[in-house]
């Protein structure tokens, strides 16, 4: 009963929002953070009677913090300073300036999204993006589901449901987030046959697989977050490619990242383009569009057009299909990647993994005298790093990269600890790996003029 005799001091709705730190916000706004605030009060007086009855003053702060807070989006934008460049929990691919102005345009109004505006009739969405991907990948066909891992769902789905699909042992990988190549073959319907051993598969054992197991359809993914080594053997995509074509049965290939352009910049190892993917002959081929493509999330199939006509039937296919706003993004990439070094300038992703170390050292030198005047107490200086591909792409290839680091002077003074703490008030905006007793910002994944930023 106290209690409730408290809650009647309670400040009304109408007094709180007249107060002068209230003044200046959006009047609904600063109506719903103050109902919110009151709610939150009233509950807590009830069940604690101990809970202080605020003064108006500090509930008039209280509030404007609180509608403060409504006003920043939850999803934000932070500076990655880890030097790995595709990271998952970090959003993947940055998409760059063009890209993001693509987008911008389409989601403020209408758009031909499935009209075509020669005819006036119904068109399709998706063509304007396969169109590039067929001149950017020399396939017949091409179509973009939502991600790579539906790509792979409907790829089998749709073209090995109900039959025996050979797969080596030492390709049945999780990517992570529980995407399990063998959960996934069988929620799609497919049957899986394995082939060979974990470290060593042989041609000979998918004709094996054929001839005595029954294999229908061969399917070829590559091992994106790991690699195996010591005694080992695979079946290239060409050499798998080459027994379907002799067998008459379908060879599928989930390539999980590759580049959309060929470019000796990227200095990267032969055969990640989706070129060289459709040139091996398999006849489906399906990637990410958010890995080494650096664009949007997507998942893209690419080969011959009765699988892929198949495919865009299928009933998952509408299930799949993905929003404009990835195919503006998608469509602003692509139209960059028909020009590798335009590529390299404005895909955020080629211009970081191809980055000249050199380069990287000039600019960690001018963040550490930049730094150098901040940081009072601590020793800056920069060191060579081992920045990463990320993304499940390309792993055991670490990239010589450079970074501005901090170390505290003596002992004592605010910890490394302590300072990752502060650095992120409410989660961002720097994210940076600790290493060594330093903290180093690592200047690949820094978009230049994001410096003045991190600062
Ligand atoms: C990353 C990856 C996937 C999943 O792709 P998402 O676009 O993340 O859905 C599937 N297969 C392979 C081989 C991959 O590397």
């Known amino acids: ?4 005799h408290r ?9 709180l929002l007249k107060h002068p730190r209230l003044q200046g916000l959006f009047r609904e706004r600063a109506k719903y953070a103050a109902q919110e605030f009151l709610d939150e009060l009233r509950n807590s007086m009830l069940s604690d009677a101990a809970t202080p009855l ?9 509030i404007r913090l609180k509608a403060e807070g409504l006003a920043t989006p939850q999803l934000r934008r932070l500076i990655n300073a880890t030097g790995v460049v595709l990271h998952t929990n970090l959003g993947r691919a940055p998409l760059g300036e063009a890209v993001a102005v693509a987008i911008a345009d389409i989601c403020n109004g209408y758009s031909n999204l499935e009209y075509d505006t020669e005819t006036g009739e119904r068109g399709d969405r998706g063509v304007y993006v396969e169109r590039l991907l067929r001149r950017l990948t020399g396939a017949e066909a091409a179509m973009v589901v939502n991600n790579n891992a539906a790509a792979v769902f409907l790829m089998l789905g749709a073209l090995a449901k109900g039959k025996r699909v050979a797969l080596s042992r030492g390709e049945m990988v999780e990517i992570g987030g529980s995407f399990r190549v063998p959960e996934i073959m069988e929620q799609s319907g497919a049957e899986l046959v394995e082939v060979g051993t974990t470290n060593r598969t042989r041609l000979s054992d998918y004709t094996a697989a054929i001839e005595e197991k029954g294999a229908e359809a061969l399917l070829k993914v590559h091992t994106s977050n790991y690699e195996i080594v010591g005694f080992t ?7 798998l490619a080459a027994l379907g074509k002799e067998k008459g049965l379908p060879v599928l290939y989930d390539m999980g990242a590759c580049f959309m352009v ?27 569009g958010d890995k080494l493509l650096g664009s ?5 199939l690419a080969g011959r057009a009765p699988y892929i006509a198949a495919m865009k039937k ?10 404009k706003l990835t195919l503006a993004a998608l469509e602003a990439s692509l139209s960059i990647c028909l020009y590798p070094e335009e590529a390299r300038r404005r895909i955020p992703v080629l211009a970081m993994l191809a980055a000249n170390p050199a380069e990287l050292r000039r600019r960690a030198a001018k963040l550490a005298d930049r730094l150098r005047p901040l940081c009072a107490g601590w020793e800056v200086g920069i060191v060579e790093t081992e920045d990463e591909t990320g993304g499940g792409a390309m792993p055991n290839m670490p990239l010589p990269g450079w970074a501005a680091t ?3 002077a003596t002992p004592g003074d605010l910890s490394l600890e302590e300072l990752e703490r502060r650095r992120r008030p409410g989660g961002g905006p720097v994210i940076l790996r600790i290493r060594d007793g330093m903290a180093p910002p690592s200047l690949r994944t820094l978009p230049p003029g994001e410096e003045g930023e991190l600062l």
């Open 406 to 408: 901090l170390r505290p």
């Open 233 to 239: 053997e695979s079946v290239s995509a060409s050499a």
């Open 262 to 288: 060929e470019a000796d910049f990227l200095k990267l190892g032969t055969n990640v383009s989706a070129r060289s993917g459709i040139a091996s002959g398999v006849d489906v081929l399906c990637f990410s």
């Open 314 to 323: 299928h009933p998952t296919a509408r299930m799949l299909r993905p929003d």
């Open 1 to 4: 009963m106290r209690n409730l």
């Open 7 to 15: 809650l009647a001091g309670l400040p009304n709705m109408n007094s």
């Open 296 to 300: 949007a999330q997507a998942g893209i």
């Open 54 to 62: 605020p003064g108006l003053d500090e509930c008039a702060e209280s």
